[in-house]
């Protein structure tokens, strides 16, 4: 684990992307600013990379190989939502995709935690699903060359999933070492019924690795039961550990029976790389409005500063981190919310209230 001195600055990437993607990382970027001057850290120096339609008109790319040069050179990045859908035939790269591969980011940290003062489903939702990124049924990640997915008539379409002990062994153990923090509880999520050898592998592998976590308990659900199993009774969960598909299923309603997506933070990591991006899309419809609900970029970036406090073994950065996640929860438990969520703030108006908060004990 890397030391980190006590007057050493961060290097923070920061990827503004596409539709409020620029609102919501200049919010976030407030937001850690003014956690690490309560926190008593030095300031961070901020490294800007293109990326979207700006990287499109300016290099040609929606991810230039400038960017992923630049990104590797920081300590971590806030990385914006991107709106591929709309960029032009040649360039219809998911830059998100593509950065999560390029750096190895196999792990996708996702949790749900319901907030007094909002409106939620379950209001005793607060877990965390660890979603495994790298392979699984997305098949845009399981091919060396090509996108895993292809036609061999103009009436036929197949797609190739791909599990694989190695990616069962990494997830698993992210996921029991973070319910060792918590409530020290996972959940498998899987469907080996159905698809025995695939995600018989995977359930398997996780019971395997369970066995090193004396201390964490242990089941296993199929991906169905436990999407009807959140709605009835999310408190039941702690951590839940499941493959690329079914995690970013599950993780989006559990994010709608918290409140809203708009709450829905997320970690991009490896064991050496990590990437906060809020689970959201670019809402294009929303951008250059000031109406974009900054919080789950908000949340996103404290699991950031929190995985490199840990990484450095540097508690001021987890200091940071606690004050953003106490500011968000009192600036909605003093019924202050943008408009997703009922409330009349603006995204200016909502930052403000949240760096305000942070400076308070």
């Not at 659900?221 to 951590?239: C, I, K, N, Q």
């Not at 809020?278 to 294009?284: C, F, S």
Request: net charge negative; glycine share 10%; charged share 20%.
């Amino acid at each position: 684990m890397d030391g980190m001195a006590s007057g050493q600055r961060l290097r923070l990437g920061l990827v503004e992307g596409d539709g409020i993607g620029p609102e919501v990382v200049g919010s976030a970027r407030q937001v850690v600013d003014e956690s690490l001057t309560a926190a008593g850290c030095p300031a961070a120096e901020w490294v800007g990379l293109p990326m979207g339609h700006r990287a499109i008109d300016e290099f040609g790319s929606a991810l230039p190989e400038s960017t992923l040069e630049g990104l590797a050179g920081t300590d971590g990045w806030i990385l914006g939502p991107h709106d591929n859908a709309s960029y032009p035939p040649q360039h219809r790269i998911a830059p998100g995709g593509a950065i999560r591969r390029h750096f190895g980011l196999y792990a996708n940290i996702r949790p749900a935690q319901a907030f007094p003062g909002i409106r939620a489903v379950s209001a005793d939702i607060d877990l965390v699903i660890v979603r495994e990124n790298s392979e699984g049924f997305y098949a845009d990640r399981n091919m060396a060359v090509g996108s895993g997915e292809f036609c061999p008539t103009p009436d036929i379409a197949l797609s190739v999933g791909l599990v694989t002990r190695a990616a069962c062994e990494r997830i698993a153990h992210e996921a029991f070492r973070l319910a060792a923090t918590r409530r020290g509880r996972v959940t498998i999520v899987h469907k080996a019924n159905v698809l025995p050898l695939t995600m018989g592998l995977f359930r398997d592998v996780c019971y395997a690795v369970a066995g090193e976590y004396p201390g964490v308990a242990v089941d296993d659900e199929h991906v169905d039961a436990a999407a009807a199993h959140l709605v009835r009774a999310p408190g039941d969960y702690d951590v839940l550990v499941t493959e690329n598909l079914f995690g970013d299923i599950l993780s989006d309603l559990a994010a709608q029976l918290a409140g809203s997506l708009g709450t829905a933070a997320s970690l991009n990591c490896s064991a050496t790389r990590a990437m906060a991006q809020a689970v959201h899309g670019a809402a294009p419809d929303l951008a250059g409005h000031n109406r974009a609900n900054p919080v789950a970029l908000h949340l996103s970036a404290a699991m950031l500063l929190r995985w490199l406090a840990q990484r450095r073994a540097h508690p001021p950065l987890a200091h940071a981190a606690d004050r953003i996640d106490r500011a968000v929860a009192a600036t909605y438990a003093a019924g202050i919310a943008t408009a997703d969520l009922g409330g009349p703030a603006s995204t200016a108006e909502f930052t403000e209230q949240v760096t305000a908060r942070i400076h308070r004990r």
